[in-house]
T-cell receptor, first 113, second 113 residues
Framework: DGGITQSPKYLFRKEGQNVTLSCEQNLNHDAMYWYRQDPGQGLRLIYYSQIVNDFQKGDIAEGYSVSREKKESFPLTVTSAQKNPTAFYLC????????????FGSGTRLTVV | SQQGEEDPQALSIQEGENATMNCSYKTSINNLQWYRQNSGRGLVHLILIRSNEREKHSGRLRVTLDTSKKSSSLLITASRAADTASYFCATDPYTGANSKLTFGKGITLSVRP
């Protein structure tokens, strides 16, 4: 079955550490997205990529980095510069070329310890 | 930045009743989408309505869009306990390669058995 896989499901980060969240899709979608969800604030866009080797900043990109070396993969690194990284992170993908909905992964819950 | 604002923030109804949720937005859109999220899970795409459409149906879901008022409503008829979830509206100002969804803060729906 096609879908998006996010791993790990839970992640704990110590102060000053960088951590990388994985997102892989086998839907052959061109566009991929990273959102952050905090309680009561809905989803906010971190980074997105419409094509391999290209990506754009979203509304809250500071303290995060991404790469898009393969169509199937869009990993997100939460760097030590992100001062409040505890949140639920959601990856999504979208079929290109028209009005389509997004397909979401099941999320990664990141906690700073 | 939050584009969509859902109303009410929380809704509690009896099984079998209809649930109506509203969304208002601020800037022009290409399409508006509704998503469901069960607790601790990823989002599931429910329905997409384009800016030149006024009403759309999918099973027990009915969505309306009024671009002059910059508002949309989602109606779930004959609700079930399994409909208990958070519901988000999301707007996309672009189509195709430039798609970028902006989400509201969500509505928590509780359906009592």
């Amino acid at each position: 079955d096609g879908g998006i896989t996010q791993s790990p499901k839970y992640l704990f980060r110590k102060e000053g550490q960088n951590v990388t969240l994985s997102c892989e899709q086998n839907l052959n979608h061109d566009a991929m997205y990273w959102y952050r969800q905090d309680p009561g604030q809905g989803l906010r866009l971190i980074y997105y990529s419409q094509i391999v080797n290209d990506f754009q900043k979203g509304d809250i990109a500071e303290g995060y980095s991404v790469s898009r070396e393969k169509k199937e993969s869009f990993p997100l690194t939460v760097t030590s510069a992100q001062k409040n990284p505890t949140a639920f992170y959601l990856c999504a993908s979208k079929r290109q070329g028209g009005n389509y909905g997004y397909t979401f992964g099941s999320g990664t819950r990141l906690t700073v310890v | 930045s939050q584009q969509g604002e859902e109303d009410p923030q929380a809704l509690s109804i009896q099984e079998g009743e209809n649930a109506t949720m509203n969304c208002s937005y601020k800037t022009s859109i290409n399409n508006l989408q509704w998503y469901r999220q069960n607790s601790g899970r990823g989002l599931v795409h429910l329905i997409l309505i384009r800016s030149n459409e006024r009403e759309k149906h999918s099973g027990r879901l009915r969505v309306t869009l009024d671009t002059s008022k910059k508002s949309s409503s989602l109606l779930i008829t004959a609700s079930r306990a399994a409909d208990t979830a958070s519901y988000f509206c999301a707007t996309d100002p672009y189509t195709g390669a430039n798609s970028k969804l902006t989400f509201g803060k969500g509505i928590t729906l509780s359906v009592r058995p």
